[in-house]
């Protein structure tokens, strides 16, 4: 019921006015997942409700990590920002359009579509370049690169990043196990902290009791990392994109 009255909230109205997607709303795959959010245990908060809850990675970036045999490493980010960017394809070669315009500060202090505010100085002026979240990293040690890695989800790429390199040099943890390692991820506003669902309860229950107000989502951010250790080389893409991608 709680899922159904989330959609109905967010999605019904008169179709002479409003699209109304009811083959998304009423297929069996979206009926399966949703299947599949249902605990015995216990409810979730109002936000883990819906149809904007469903592959909700799904978006317009992609990142790859490559390193050869001589050690010529690539960190690559693309993207077109949200999903299909613009909606827009150019005609003559077929290139969706981005709209990375979104990343500026439009107006100051309100959110854009992931929620991140800011000010005049990421203000919209001609011949500005917005603040990206796409954060491709390479770590060098002694000149040779000892670990490559990105990712792809919005203001999500930042913290996947930032943990994913934690875990591997300061953890020393494997690259398989820093990227699979459950995440957390606070862009300051909105005031909350948003955490995977692999988070054990008593780590959440720590979190809010230091006054945090906690989101539970299934996956944030999809990380591609590589490591050269001694003669050896690791790779590994981040199952949270082969476990969304089983659902589509």
């Given at each position: 019921m709680k899922h159904a009255f989330a959609d109905r909230a967010q999605f019904l109205g008169d179709p002479d006015?409003?699209?109304v997607p009811i083959r998304k709303l009423t297929s069996k795959d979206y009926a399966l997942w949703m299947?599949?959010?249902?605990?015995?245990?216990?409810?979730?908060?109002p936000n883990f409700?819906?149809?904007?809850n469903y592959n909700a990675e799904k978006g317009g970036t992609t990142h790859f990590s490559v390193i050869d045999r001589f050690g010529n490493a690539v960190s690559c980010t693309q993207s077109v920002n949200t999903r299909f960017g613009s909606k827009l394809i150019a005609a003559r070669t077929g290139i969706v359009l981005n709209n990375e315009m979104d990343d500026f500060a439009i107006h100051s202090g309100v959110g854009n579509v992931y929620g991140l505010v800011g000010n005049e100085a990421n203000s919209l002026q001609p011949n500005k370049r917005p603040l990206s979240s796409m954060s491709p990293t390479i770590i060098l040690q002694n000149g040779r690169p000892e670990l490559v890695v990105g990712a792809a989800g919005g203001p999500r790429i930042?913290?996947?990043?930032?943990?994913?390199?934690l875990n591997v040099i300061d953890f020393h943890m494997p690259v398989g196990a820093a990227v699979e390692a459950p995440r957390i991820h606070h862009q300051w506003l909105p005031e909350?902290?948003?955490v995977e669902t692999k988070i054990g309860e008593e780590a959440r229950k720590g979190l809010a009791q230091r006054g945090h107000t906690l989101r539970q989502q299934t996956e944030l951010g999809v990380v591609q990392a590589i490591t050269w250790q001694d003669s050896t080389m690791s790779g590994v893409a981040d199952s949270r994109k082969t476990e969304r991608a089983r659902t589509e």
């Open positions: 006015f409003v699209h299947r599949g959010r249902i605990s015995p245990d216990k409810t979730q908060p409700y819906g149809y904007y930042i913290s996947a990043t930032l943990q994913t390199i909350r902290l948003n």
